[in-house]
């Protein structure tokens, strides 16, 4: 399974981005899916994840919102919408894949990453 994250880049405090990642490999809809992010001199952090038929989503508090993770089986895509970014926000956001399903929260449940893309909020 690969999965190839984008959609990061630069944008001021208050805007919005959406991030997408594409998974290819295996069946899209066997996965779980979640984003986490990583800041300058911090751990890795759960935001999102989404159920394997998309009926199921959970956030973390901070995000809670704020952002919206949803997916897309015809195009083996899994997006997170993020709106209203201040700094705190500002991170490299990974997605991961997890074969088994439940509130997965701890980045340790998920089976595939993929290289992050950097999201830098300007205050």
């Known amino acids: 399974v690969q999965l190839q994250a984008y959609g990061g880049g630069l944008v001021q405090a208050g805007g919005s981005l959406r991030l997408s990642c594409a998974v290819s490999g295996r069946t899209f809809s066997s996965y779980q899916m979640g984003w986490f992010r990583q800041a300058p001199g911090k751990e890795r952090e759960f935001v999102a994840t989404i159920s394997r038929t998309g009926g199921s989503t959970y956030y973390a508090d901070s995000v809670k919102g704020r952002f919206t993770i949803s997916r897309d089986s015809a195009k083996n895509t899994v997006y997170l919408q993020m709106n209203s970014l201040n700094a705190e926000d500002t991170a490299v956001y990974y997605c991961?894949?997890?074969?088994?399903?439940?509130?997965?929260?701890?980045?340790?449940?998920?089976?595939?990453w993929g290289h992050g893309t950097l999201v830098t909020v300007s205050s």
């Open positions: 991961a894949a997890a074969s088994r399903f439940g509130t997965l929260l701890v980045a340790g449940l998920y089976d595939y």
